[in-house]
């Protein structure tokens, strides 16, 4: 069978994947149903180009890292975008279909969890909403076993000669604490090397952009339900807006009052 756009990509799968469960059914669940599985498949990209990323850190290489790095922050800005088309849906709109949603709740999204995992996080909740399937709990497992973003860069900064040696300490929370050794080889570098301080520019702009995703997310979500619980059981806006200052790189923060 010759290729053509249409078996390539799998569109007539892709097309018939938007199942409505609202009965009768509901014009807006359309357009939720469509951009959450856009945000899944932005997350499988993401921690696509996070594995390369690590990958290119850990092996020194400056010009590879920048060019993976600032495809992942484009498509951060996607995921933030987003969030006003989803925005053009009214809580009316949106509480007309939400009874049909069950126990179904973005919190309970695997790949997400799994980039809070290679950005460092470990929240007791990660593993809570995959309890009954093993195969999800087994990814969540083999992710935590892999190197995280900031244990990738701070190989990189090794190699160029500032050595550093983060350590796992916390079991709960970001796995690193705030280092003051590892914040004055940050001076130095962005100081004395400015291939490698360019790459410390890119991971603020990626945390700042992951706050700024929690962020929108909180308040979309916020002005669609207001305080009501989420449908999956979580403490809905209250939980999101205790994940919204996760800073993931605390060392190149601390250090932007040492300029």
Known sequence: MDITYTNYLKIDELTNLQQLKSDPPEHDEMLFIIIHQTYELWFKQILHEIGKLNLELQAGNTWNSLKTMRRILTVMKTLVSQV????????LEFNNFRAFLGQSSGFQSLQFRELEILCGLRLPLMKEAHKNNAVHLERLEQRMKLPTLWESFCAYITQKGYPVSPIRENEVGLLFNPSSEIQQQLITVMKNDPEAALVCELLV???????????????????????????GGSDGVRYLKGTTHHAIFPDLWAIRSEF
Not at 84 to 91: K, S, Y
Not at 210 to 223: A, D, G, I, S, T
């Open 205 to 231: 702009d990626f945390d700042e952009g992951l706050q700024e995703w929690r962020y929108r997310h909180v308040k979309m979500v916020e002005r669609t339900i207001g305080t009501k619980k989420g449908t």
């Open 84 to 91: 006003d088309i989803l925005e053009t849906m009214t809580p």
